[in-house]
């Protein structure tokens, strides 16, 4: 069975930083279209930013510049480096699997999520 389970959230001032994690179990994750999503109440669950394995990473544009997907194969984790950010990044973040990649009837898998908060 396939389990994210996300890590690294919390409160930061505005403009530091903070690096979310999303270890993947059950699965090697290379096979998986990847992403972070970040979820408000007003707003909804928003992409961050998403890749497929060899294909380039695609970025919210309210995140580009500040914000840097990375992974890990051998530990299959990704993680989410923020930079600068603002008291707007703040929302329950979220790591999504959908896949296998080569599955005609992919699954969407998703982290139980964790909380960032930007303020004073």
């Known amino acids: 069975q396939v389990q994210l389970v996300e890590s690294g959230g919390g409160l930061v001032q505005p403009g530091g930083s903070l690096r979310l994690s999303c270890a993947v179990s059950?699965?090697?994750?290379?096979?998986?279209?990847m992403g972070w999503y970040r979820q408000t109440p007003r707003n909804g669950r928003d992409l961050v930013a998403t890749?497929?394995?060899?294909?380039?990473?695609k970025y919210a544009d309210s995140v580009k510049g500040r914000f840097t997907v990375s992974r890990d194969n051998a530990k299959n984790t990704m993680y989410l480096q923020m930079n600068s950010l603002k008291p707007e990044d703040t929302a329950v973040y979220y790591c999504?699997?959908?896949?296998?990649?080569?599955?005609?009837?992919?699954?969407?898998?998703w982290g139980q999520g964790t909380q960032v908060t930007v303020s004073e």
């Open positions: 059950g699965t090697p994750f290379v096979i998986y279209t």
């Open positions: 890749f497929s394995d060899g294909g380039p990473i």
């Open positions: 999504s699997a959908i896949g296998p990649n080569y599955s005609k009837n992919p699954v969407n898998y």
